[in-house]
T-cell receptor, first 115, second 114 residues
């Protein structure tokens, strides 16, 4: 049972336009969500996160939106740059009093930003 | 500041053998996590070590084991290797005391089982 789903394996966008990456989850106990970016031959790097008490978090060109009722989150990148080309993983966690830190990852979406 | 380092970068083993993968966390980090990324799948949680003890493990058989040393480095052992164990194994570290502090990943060990 896949609790975190990224239904688009790939996305192609023109430089300067908006990239929107989507993620759906099924576990209503998830209360913390993160996006990681992964370049080939490198480990994932943290990009941005959002707590379930918020519906939006912004960091520069990156904004994450959370819709709890729909169990959906999205990552917006504006404007998109060729260096943003990477695999993006959505991840979620349940914080059981801080004693259980275990991320559930989606399968990832390959973003290609064309010059 | 040095990041999370993993060794070896690549490892080729035959079915039935044992594999040992190593990880050094970021200085000051006491928690180490292991994840498996098999082809076509997302990262799957394997093990979590903190202060030298196993705190949690994912849905993997007991032949996946590991340990954390007093200097907080960690080792992942995979016994009786099977073909489907071929994957990228990622180690990550974080500060125990930081609530929801993001994981810092190493570049991984690519294990190939033939």
């Amino acid at each position: 049972d896949q609790q975190v789903k990224q239904n688009s394996p790939s996305l192609s966008v023109q430089e300067g336009r908006i990239s929107i990456l989507n993620c759906d989850y099924t576990n209503s106990m998830f209360d913390y969500f993160l996006w990681y970016k992964k370049y080939p031959a490198e480990g994932p790097t943290f990009l941005i996160s959002i707590s379930s008490i918020k519906d939006k978090n912004e960091d520069g060109r990156f904004t994450v939106f959370l819709n709890k009722s729909a169990k959906h989150l999205s990552l917006h990148i504006v404007p998109s740059q060729p260096g943003d080309s990477a695999v993006y993983f959505c991840a979620a966690s349940v914080n059981s009093g801080g004693s259980n830190y275990k991320l559930t990852f989606g399968k990832g979406t390959l973003l290609t930003v064309n010059p | 500041e040095a990041g999370v380092t993993q060794s070896p970068t690549h490892l080729i083993k035959t079915r039935g053998q044992q594999a040992t993968l190593r990880c050094s966390p970021i200085s000051g980090h006491t928690s180490v996590y292991w994840y498996q990324q098999a082809l076509g799948l997302g990262l799957q949680f394997l093990l979590w070590y903190d202060e030298g003890e196993e705190r949690n493990r994912g849905n993997f058989p007991p032949r996946f084991s590991g340990r954390q040393f007093p200097n907080y480095s960690s080792e992942l052992n995979v016994n009786a290797l099977e073909l489907e164990d071929s994957a990228l194994y990622l180690c990550a570290s974080t500060l125990t005391s930081s609530y929801n502090s993001p994981l810092h990943f190493g570049n991984g060990t690519r294990l190939t089982v033939t």
